[in-house]
């Protein structure tokens, strides 16, 4: 019965929960711009003191791997692997489209087709991934500018859900009755739970030394305009 601390730092929700064999005890989470540096040790603690659990008490560190923002990756990442340094416990990491895919699993158990989980990448830019009802990988991770002709064949073929934050700007443009967009934040460490305590069942850890998240692009640095 593994107790699993879960970390979600992709997008601009940070959200912490814990699990014990595969069901979340405890949660906390926000969605605001640059909460991670100022509260992501302060979830940690408080989801420990929501469970009543002692850091020893844990079997693994959990964090969502990504794709997604270059920042709130970095920093969910170099916080797991601290604690996994600190506490001498192994690093599970996570595919965040998949869990998000998860967490709309959860929701509706009734089969719906495929889901396509996206991460905004700005402009008309996703990170994205299609998967059936059972997790299976459709269609794998990729950066994906939409246009109209975006997704046309599995859409000839199969209903398809859009779920997360990069979904909602593609809804003008995928005019496709097999196409539904879907409100909600599946960015959420309770949508973890079951992936954290198979991939721990599996032996499926990370080397805590060389684990880099999975920003799929590089960082680029703007500059602000300099003013005349």
Do not use: W
């Not at 794709?67 to 001498?88: E, H, M, N, Q, W």
């Not at 997790?135 to 994906?144: D, G, P, Q, V, Y």
Request: proline share 2%; glycine share 6%.
């Amino acid at each position: 019965m593994a107790k699993i601390l879960q970390i979600e730092t992709a997008t601009q929700t940070c959200s912490v929960a814990l699990s014990v064999d595969g069901e979340t005890i405890a949660l906390k989470e926000e969605t605001a711009q640059n909460i991670h540096a100022g509260s992501l040790t302060l979830f940690i603690e408080e989801v420990m003191k929501q469970a009543s659990m002692e850091y020893s008490a844990l079997d693994a560190i959990a964090v969502s791997k990504g794709p997604g923002s270059y920042t709130g990756l970095r920093i969910g990442v170099s916080t797991a692997k601290g604690l996994c340094f600190a506490l001498d416990k192994p690093l599970i990491a996570l595919d965040t489209l998949k869990m998000m895919a998860n967490g709309f699993v959860e929701a509706t158990p009734e089969d719906k087709g495929l889901v396509c989980a996206m991460i905004d990448a700005r402009r008309m830019e996703v990170y994205t991934a299609i998967f059936d009802h059972s997790l299976n990988t459709i269609s794998e991770t990729e950066a994906k500018i939409i246009d109209e002709t975006s997704f046309a064949e599995e859409l000839l073929q199969h209903k398809m859900t859009f779920i997360g934050d990069g979904a909602f700007k593609c809804k003008d443009v995928l005019k496709n009755d097999h196409a539904l967009f879907l409100d909600g934040n599946f960015n959420s460490a309770a949508h973890l739970s079951k992936l954290a305590e198979q991939a721990y069942q599996a032996g499926d850890f990370e080397d805590v030394a060389y684990f880099e998240p999975h920003y799929l692009k590089d960082f680029v640095l703007t500059q602000p305009k300099k003013k005349v």
